[in-house]
């Protein structure tokens, strides 16, 4: 029976896997030698885990589920007092609605972990902006046309690197491809990413370049090719239909992998399941609607990048 769900206007946080900084620089390590990092004690640290943000709770959900999970290992660090999430848009808590908590308790330092996958104009433009880390006049105007607050905290911001620098994510697609397979020599796999406009050659390097070799390498797959399913493909199942009856035209089955960091229905229930509804040959694709989360991986990723950035602020700048 074909499955069909009423679609809501929602971005996904992917959605992603970057490093989000300050100074628009990819790496945080850029922030090690920052002033930012010379401030006397005493020290009082927070932990701000971003996501995107989404009408569905239970998108909502997982990544609060991020956030319970980490915070044993998180607190243990020395000085850090709160673990607490936000999400940019959509819902609240918001990212200035925490900040402005951190400053009513005193927070000296705030640890920005955002939870998205690759580089994006939220990464580089969006969130500085929101944190008053960056001028932008083209991202303010863009947040205050979405209702979406800016609030410039007391606290210093430390932002972490993104998840596509470590390799938590190539191992999650590598598994979920393989619970798929039945012979991969046989098979295409096409990996869905949300998408973006302003920097989709690096979304699609990260998804070929990277997901695709590995999946070659590792397990045989004769062909791997990508599609977008957010705002850069208009929200259009088409899009994954026509990418999937593509690799049908050579290979026996298609495996359909959603990399999009958590469940959202609009999305693996709604576009991509409306699409492969409709191919004719629908008995020929093995989909399940997951995401990257839950991914004990991603926990560990997160204590780890917080650790990190958690010894650079507290080690003392030698001049």
Not at 40 to 50: A, E, H, M, T
Not at 274 to 293: H, M, N, Q, S, T
Not at 306 to 311: G, I, L, N
Request: with cysteine; aromatic share 6%; net charge negative.
């Amino acid at each position: 029976m074909k499955k069909r769900r009423a679609l809501c206007v929602v971005l996904v946080g992917v959605a992603a896997v970057i490093a989000m900084t300050t100074g628009c620089s990819r790496d945080s390590s850029a922030q090690a030698a920052s002033p930012e990092f010379e401030s006397p004690s005493p020290r009082k640290l927070g932990v701000l885990l971003v996501s995107h943000g989404s009408r569905s709770a239970r998108w909502r959900e997982m990544l609060l589920g991020v956030e319970s999970g980490v915070r044993p290992g998180v607190l243990a660090m020395d000085k850090i007092e709160r673990v607490t999430s936000a999400f940019m848009e959509y819902t609240e808590p918001s990212i200035a609605t925490r900040l402005e908590e951190f400053d009513r308790e005193g927070f000296t330092d705030v640890i920005l972990v955002p939870l998205l996958l690759t580089v994006s104009s939220h990464s580089f433009d969006d969130i500085p902006t929101i944190c008053g880390q960056q001028q932008n006049v083209v991202a303010l105007e863009r947040l205050r046309a979405d209702g979406i607050r800016v609030y410039k905290p007391q606290a210093r911001v430390h932002t972490t690197a993104l998840l596509d620098f470590a390799d938590i994510l190539s191992n999650n697609v590598l598994r979920r491809v393989q619970s798929l397979s039945e012979g991969a020599a046989n098979e295409g796999v096409l990996l869905v990413g949300y998408g973006s406009a302003d920097y989709e050659e690096e979304w699609s390097n990260l998804l070929d370049r990277r997901l695709g070799a590995l999946l070659k390498q590792k397990l045989g797959v004769a062909e791997c090719k990508h599609c977008w399913c957010g705002h850069i493909a208009h929200y259009d199942p088409v899009v994954t239909q026509r990418a999937i009856e593509d690799i049908l035209t050579r290979r026996k089955r298609v495996l359909v992998v959603p990399v999009l960091v958590a469940v959202d229905e609009m999305f693996q229930e709604g576009i991509i399941q409306d699409g492969i509804d409709k191919v004719d040959d629908e008995a020929r694709v093995r989909y399940v609607p997951d995401a990257i989360l839950p991914d004990p991986g991603v926990r560990q990723w997160v204590v780890d990048a917080t650790a990190s950035v958690h010894r650079r602020i507290l080690t003392p700048v030698v001049q």
